[in-house]
């Protein structure tokens, strides 16, 4: 995988965490998952009842990331932003499967976006680039999307994924066996702080999956 210069040449020490996960087994998840997840949800709702959560570190750098290639944040939140601002509505997120709903747990705790694909429904080399107006797909919650001016993966079949909001064609579901995890670090995040997040992600989803795990930093 590769970032494009195009990113680059705006956030010079713009960084990726890829996990690329073998042998794995999807499933409903397990009730120890689904219990931490809304114990979770629940304390987070407490903290933020007095917070503005554009203040909060992790969404004020992903919002200052998305204005800087022409996104505006106000009107297509990044992935994180969007889970936060659900659970201070009280609209806590419901369970999908294990892959997912770790996903979306490690999002939270960790104020970043993620995203989680089948690597049996990419082809060949993956970028991440900033979209055009030919750029679009049908997005996981059916609504089609228009990723010009926006942080996007693409393969060469096409863009299939964004810190903003991923595609269902590379989705991952129950009968995923493989599967490439991108974790859209702060810039400024020191090596050993991402190298003990990507290791804790990387161990937590294999206790519950079953797999092997490969660890890579893109700069």
């Known amino acids: 995988m590769e970032i494009s210069s195009s990113i680059k040449d705006i956030i010079p020490h713009f960084k990726l965490g890829i996990i690329h996960y073998k042998n794995i087994e999807v499933s409903d998840s397990p009730q120890m998952l689904k219990g931490r997840f809304r114990l979770f949800q629940e304390s987070l709702f407490f903290e933020l009842e007095e917070k503005n959560i554009n203040e909060l570190p992790g969404i004020k750098i992903w919002r200052e990331l998305f204005k800087k290639i022409g996104t505006d944040p106000n009107r297509y939140r990044p992935s994180n932003e969007a889970l936060y601002r659900r659970i201070k509505k009280q609209q806590y997120i419901g369970t999908v499967h294990s892959a997912a709903d770790l996903n979306n747990f490690f999002s939270l705790q960790y104020e970043i976006p993620l995203g989680i694909y089948d690597s049996d429904k990419l082809n060949g080399k993956i970028e991440l680039r900033i979209g055009t107006e030919t750029d679009h797909y049908l997005a996981i919650n059916n609504r089609e999307v228009n ?18 909001v991923d595609s269902k064609r590379t989705a991952v579901t129950l009968e995923t066996k493989n599967a490439v995890q991108i974790i859209y670090l702060e810039p400024s995040m020191e090596e050993k702080d991402r190298n003990e997040l990507l290791s804790s992600l ?7 999956h079953g797999g092997e795990a490969d660890i890579e930093i893109i700069t």
Do not use: L, N, Y
């Open 147 to 164: 990723m010009q001016h926006k942080f996007v993966t693409a393969d060469e079949t096409g863009a299939f994924g964004s810190p903003f």
């Open 202 to 208: 990387a161990e937590m989803f294999t206790q519950i």
